[in-house]
């Protein structure tokens, strides 16, 4: 695959990282898929290793799709917070919530139903 593929970011994806507010936290808006999951790994890893301990919030309310690769990324940087004593807290949309559902994880992660504020 060219390098120009790899990059390209679907329309109305976005990731934006908030380090300013009193929580840390990663805002994703659109699609989280075979695709798009490597950058909310990416900037996830680089939240949770930089944070010494505290909490980290994974604001997942603008997420239209939700496919497994997406929630393997979130169950593996629920291990690496678990690692670093940092929590990881998970704010996700309906569509998040039905896989974490249908999948039965929600005892392996911290899911919150109300947006971070």
């Known amino acids: ?7 390209t970011t679907p329309p109305g994806f976005s990731i934006k990282l908030d380090v300013e507010a009193p929580t840390p936290r990663v805002v994703v808006t659109g699609e989280l898929d075979l695709l798009t999951s490597p950058q ?5 890893g680089a939240l949770i ?13 603008g997420v239209t799709f939700f496919d ?11 291990r690496q ?5 940092v929590e990881l807290e998970v704010v996700p949309s309906p569509q998040v919530s039905r896989v974490i559902e249908l999948t ?14």
């Open 104 to 117: 039965g994880v929600a005892e392996h992660l911290s899911v919150s139903e109300e947006p971070p504020a």
């Open 81 to 85: 917070a678990a690692e670093k004593a």
């Open 1 to 7: 695959m060219p390098a120009a593929e790899q990059n």
């Open 40 to 44: 909310l790994q990416e900037t996830l």
């Open 68 to 78: 497994s690769s997406a929630l393997n990324v979130v169950l593996q940087a629920q």
């Open 49 to 61: 290793t930089d944070k010494p301990s505290g909490r980290v919030v994974a604001d997942l309310t």
